[in-house]
Structures are given as C-alpha cells and as structure tokens.
C-alpha cells in the first residue's frame, strides 16, 4: 500500500525552541538568544516566533552582525 501523505514545504517561521536545536544550543539558551538579539525574532500575538529567513541569512553569511556585535563596548 503506497501512502497518500504529501510533503509540506517547511515553514517560514521556527519555534524558538527548534531555532535553538539547529543551532545546537539548548532551550535556555535560545530564549536567552532571542532575548539578547542574537537569534532574530518576530512576535505574533503572545507568540515569538523566528523567521527561517534571516536564520539562514546569520547561519549562510559569517559577515552577519548581531545585535550584540553591534553595541558599542564598554571601556
């Protein structure tokens, strides 16, 4: 019996939590992430959600400033 079930194209948008398994970091970490800036996010509602897009663009592209890199030190 062949199976019926259709891939889905992947989502535009990740969890924080599956933003953070393909970073390889643990749940802690990524909201930690998120909330410093380091993962970009997107709120909908009382959802925070990482768009898959500017994912791929940090993890493509080693040029990427994040928002830590881009506060002035403390000296």
């Known amino acids: 019996m062949e199976s019926t079930e259709t891939t889905r194209p992947?989502?535009?948008v990740l969890?924080?939590?599956e933003a953070?398994?393909?970073l390889g970091i643990g749940r802690g970490l990524a909201y930690e992430a998120?909330?410093?800036g380091d993962i970009p996010t997107?709120?909908?509602?009382?959802r925070l959600v990482v768009p898959r897009?500017?994912?791929d663009r940090i993890l493509n592209d080693p040029g990427t400033t994040t928002?830590?890199?881009a506060r002035p030190s403390a000296a």
């Open 15 to 17: 969890t924080v939590e």
């Open 67 to 69: 928002a830590n890199d």
């Open 10 to 12: 992947p989502s535009a």
């Open 53 to 55: 897009a500017a994912l």
């Open 20 to 22: 953070g398994r393909l």
């Open 42 to 46: 997107l709120r909908i509602g009382r």
């Open 34 to 36: 998120a909330r410093r």
